[in-house]
């Protein structure tokens, strides 16, 4: 069982810059490959990015590549998503999730093969 909680929301100014936390506790997420999710008001989650166990795979939602950059920290057992160039489209309650996975390089967008999820941390870019 792994737990994760998300942290470092908040209310940015449209250009700004905001770095978003995941910690783990239970199980080391060395074992898993991990990604950022997000849910617009009053639309779908959708994919935002995610990293590899090895971290030699990244992969990027096409609206932030660019802007934000996922880490994963193994020795601290987080993961963070840095988050620059804010616009008010990236508006959205941001989870990160847990991918149990024997595969070193996968880094997915499909959201079924995400084992745990945070509860979520709000962001807010003002125009």
């Known amino acids: 069982q792994v737990q994760l909680v998300e942290s470092g929301g908040g209310l940015v100014q449209a250009g700004g810059s905001l770095r978003l936390s995941c910690a783990a506790s239970?199980?080391?997420?060395?074992?898993?490959?991990m990604g950022w999710f997000r849910q617009p008001p009053g639309k779908e989650r959708e994919f935002v990015g995610a990293?590899?166990?090895?971290?030699?795979?990244?992969t990027y939602e096409d609206s932030v590549k660019g802007r934000f950059t996922i880490s994963r920290h193994n020795a601290e057992n987080t993961v963070s998503l840095q988050m620059n160039s804010l616009k008010p489209e990236d508006t959205a309650v941001y989870y990160c999730?847990?991918?149990?996975?024997?595969?070193?390089?996968?880094?997915?967008?499909?959201?079924?093969?995400?084992?745990?999820w945070g509860q979520g941390t709000q962001v807010t870019v003002s125009s």
């Open positions: 239970g199980r080391t997420l060395s074992s898993y490959a």
């Open positions: 990293i590899s166990r090895n971290s030699a795979t990244t």
């Open positions: 999730a847990a991918d149990y996975t024997s595969n070193y390089y996968r880094a997915t967008y499909d959201e079924h093969r995400y084992n745990y």
